[in-house]
């Protein structure tokens, strides 16, 4: 199993939902990221889980919260949100933290908040 | 200033044309990558490189170390190759450049 699998591909919340997205890879990657996309611009780092423990959190508002249950799962807990942060959510995972070894991007959750 | 700067940032060719992307980057590397994004979609991985040239299929990419640039060439262009084309390096993090936008036209 070589890829990064993100669910879902769309998600449409209103402001005051709770929701989550889910990434998983099975490559054993000990190093897993969360992206957030906006329309042609690159992607922006929000979160770097490696070994299981965060170990960056790039200024991300509170509204956004991941989790790493172990070492193939990373979520990311959204909770009123605004429609700014409407866009695409990336999952990604290297082999070690320093991406040495090439990073696997998972396909994306297009989310829309309305 | 960005870490990763590409040109061009948008690209028109003719079906069969040979292109050439280029990404010159400011910080010190371990390896550098170039993706690939199709409209709304995921990222995928076409190279990483740390040395020298990497080839696959019609798409081949180099590296310059001491120049700190690379190119990715894409010959016999194909409609199917338009896509958004990213640079993205590693270093202490993980640097994305504003990618270029490729349209290949039949």
């Known amino acids: 199993d070589t890829e990064v699998t993100q669910t879902p591909k769309h998600l449409v919340m209103g402001m005051t939902n709770k929701k989550s997205l889910k990434c998983e890879q099975h490559?054993?990657?000990?190093?897993m990221y969360w992206y957030k996309q906006k329309a042609k611009k690159p992607p922006e780092l929000m979160f770097v889980?490696?070994?299981?423990?965060?170990?960056i959190n790039e200024s991300v508002p509170s509204r956004f919260s991941p989790e790493c249950p172990n070492s193939s799962l990373l979520n990311l807990h959204l909770h009123a949100l605004q429609p700014e942060d409407s866009a695409l959510y990336l999952c990604a995972s290297s082999q070690d933290p320093g991406g040495d070894y090439g990073y696997t991007f998972g396909s994306g959750t297009r989310l829309t908040v309305v | 200033k960005n870490e990763v700067e590409q040109s061009p940032q948008n690209l028109t060719a003719q079906e069969g044309e040979f292109i050439t992307i280029n990404c010159s980057y400011s910080?010190?590397?371990?390896?550098l990558h170039w993706l690939q994004q199709h409209p709304g979609g995921g990222i995928v991985s076409l190279f990483m490189?740390?040395?020298g040239k990497k080839k696959h299929g019609r798409l081949i990419a180099t590296i310059n170390i001491q120049e700190k640039h690379s190119s990715l060439h894409i010959t016999a262009s194909h409609p199917r190759d338009s896509a958004v084309y990213i640079c993205a390096v590693a270093g202490n993090q993980f640097y994305f450049g504003t990618g270029t936008s490729l349209t290949v036209i039949p």
């Open positions: 889980y490696s070994y299981e423990k965060l170990s």
């Open positions: 910080v010190g590397i371990s390896a």
């Open positions: 490189l740390s040395s």
């Open positions: 490559m054993g990657h000990r190093a």
